[in-house]
Structure formats: structure tokens, C-alpha cells
């Protein structure tokens, strides 16, 4: 077996973690190597492996994960529903002046979501202000009766407000789990071309995925105009920041367990699913000898 079919088999591996199984170039995009590898390579690796990776044309999935392929394509006609809400309610948090970026993340970024799951979002705000920009989306997300918080006992299509840091902390730890949550992100706001200097902070990630290819899609583009400017300097002026800080740290103190709680990224999850899926992703590498 060559790196290439190794690769292969890691990519199909670490995906069917997520129930996930993929398309001829969708194995190319996600394909955990270092090395660039052509597409016309991929095809004849992919022939090689048969019958540890099987098809049905469509899809190419490890042996025995046959009925992954029927789940995803329900999978999918879910998340297409959630994406048109998620498009909505973010068109409305767009209205926050300390707003860079805001793009879609989790299961719904590759349309693998259920129908009973939340709507994740990545959130970058303008600098020292990321208290402020929580503390305006969710009191947007409450209004309108859609966010979700830890006593949600019923979430579907609540938006989770799954990580925000600001424009000068951009750069994320190195590993596998987060490189593919930044590649399979969907942009769907940005101001000031922030999405490019995102994607610039974290070349690293073609240390895991080089054949990775950054969504270029069409989203929601605005630039700083005379209002905009207006609103940040009011909000700098009445230390608005240091406020909902307080506010939000007062109200959250005695819930915090594992979450990352700092003045320039908030990551609001108390469990860390990174951790787990790398752990289980070792233990299979391990196991097939890989």
C-alpha cells in the first residue's frame, strides 16, 4: 500500500466518524496528506483499493458502511432546509456594527446535519470587542425566540453561537479536527475581505489537507461605512465592552467547566469534541495499522 491509497483510506476513515461517507472529489479536497497529489492519481489509488473502499457510483465509503449512503442523502435534504433559515437569521445579525464574519459551521457546513440539530456559528468581531458582539447576538437570538443556551431542551434550528474570537486573534491551534472545521466552513458574511485574512492566519492547515480548496462562493459582503464607524466609536466611548464583559462573566461564572473564556475568543462548549473525535480517529489509525 502507497502513501496515496493510505490517505485515502485515513480521509474515508475520518469521516465515517461523522456518518459521512464521500464523493470521488470530495475525497480529494479532504484528503488528509501533506503531499499534493493529482486527481487523475487519486482515481487509480481509489481503484486499487477495491474491496476495502466500496462505491455505488456516487459515494465511496469504507467496507461495511453501506448504509451511510442513505443517510447522508436524507442528511442532506435536512440541511438544505436549515441552511435557507440559517441565511435569513444571519442577514439580520449582519446589522451588528462589530460583526466581521460570520460563517456556518459543524454538521451544517457539509450538509450532514439531523433533523432534531442546532445551527452552528463562527463569529469574528472587530478588535477588543468580542463581549460586545455576544452579548448584541444573543439579545438578537432572543428576540427572535431562535438561540440557544444550556436549559434549550428543544433545539432545532436554534443558532449556537459555537465560537467568537476577534480580527487580531485569528489564529487557531494546529490539528487535524480543527483544519477540517476551517475548510469545510461556509462563509455566508464578511466585511473588510476578513474571510482572506482568516484563511491567511491559518495556512497551516495544508500541513494536514494540502489539496484543501477555500470556499470562494458568493455570501453577504458589506464595508465599514460612516454609520458603522459612528456606532464602534460609540460603543468604544461608554467602555461598552469592559460592561457586557462584566455582565456576561457575572451570569456565566458559576456554569463554566471546559469552556475557553478569554478577552479575545470565547469557545462556549463544555465538551470538547475535537478531543474526542481525534482520540477515536488515533485509536482506528492505530487499529488498521495505518
Partial sequence: MDNRERAILKTLLYSSLFGYPLKE??????????????????????EKLKPKVKSNKEFYFLLGKEKLVEKRKNREKISLQKMKKAKKIIKILSLIPTVNFIGISGTLSMKNSDKEDDIDIFVITKKDFVWTTRFLTVIFLLILGIYRNRNSKKYSDKICLNMLLDEDHMKLEENLYIAHEIVQLVP????????????????WVNNFMVNALWN????????????????????????????????QL??????????????NILRLHPFDYGSYILRAYDKKIRELKL
Fill in 25 to 46: 472529489e470530495e475525497i480529494y479536497k479532504f484528503l488528509i496528506t501533506d503531499k499534493k497529489i493529482e486527481k487523475t492519481e487519486l482515481h487509480k489509488a481509489l
Fill in 188 to 203: 455566508m458574511f464578511e466585511r473588510e475581505d476578513i474571510y482572506k485574512k482568516f484563511l491567511r492566519e491559518n495556512r
Fill in 216 to 247: 470562494n462562493k458568493n455570501y453577504l459582503k458589506k464595508k465599514n461605512g460612516i454609520m458603522n464607524d459612528v456606532l464602534i466609536f460609540t460603543l468604544n466611548f461608554i467602555a461598552f465592552e469592559k460592561i457586557s464583559k462584566f455582565l
Fill in 250 to 263: 457575572s451570569y456565566m461564572k458559576k456554569h463554566i467547566t471546559r469552556e475557553i473564556i478569554k478577552d
